[in-house]
Nanobody, 115 residues
């Protein structure tokens, strides 16, 4: 059983930065792909960024050039660095990984971008 715990959310002004963390209960070395999703009020959950065990990354077009994703296998943690934040980035951000046929999700951390 894998547990994912997100942290780092909060209120930030437009143009500001936040770094989200996702701590896994077990080793993430075997987790091939770890993702960050987000869900804004009234909208469907969407993929924001992903990183493979080899460090390859992918990003949603809406965050390219502003967000970066990284993983620290020694700390079993995945990070999402968010820069130049916009009001439309406001959402609950979720960490996700899939092992076999099972998707694992954290409970999410709220990011609010507002002046």
């Amino acid at each position: 059983q894998v547990q994912l715990v997100e942290s780092g959310g909060g209120l930030v002004q437009p143009g500001g930065s936040l770094r989200l963390s996702c701590a896994a209960s077990g080793s993430i070395v075997s987790m091939n792909l770890m993702n960050w999703y987000r869900q804004a009020p009234g909208k469907e959950r969407e993929l924001v960024a992903g990183i493979t065990r080899w460090g390859a990354t992918n990003f949603a077009d809406s965050v390219k050039g502003r967000f970066t994703i990284s993983r620290d296998n020694a700390k079993n943690t995945v990070y999402l660095q968010m820069n130049s934040l916009k009001p439309e980035d406001t959402a609950v951000y979720y960490c996700n990984t899939k092992i076999g046929l099972t998707n694992y999700w954290g409970k999410g951390t709220l990011v609010t971008v507002s002046s």
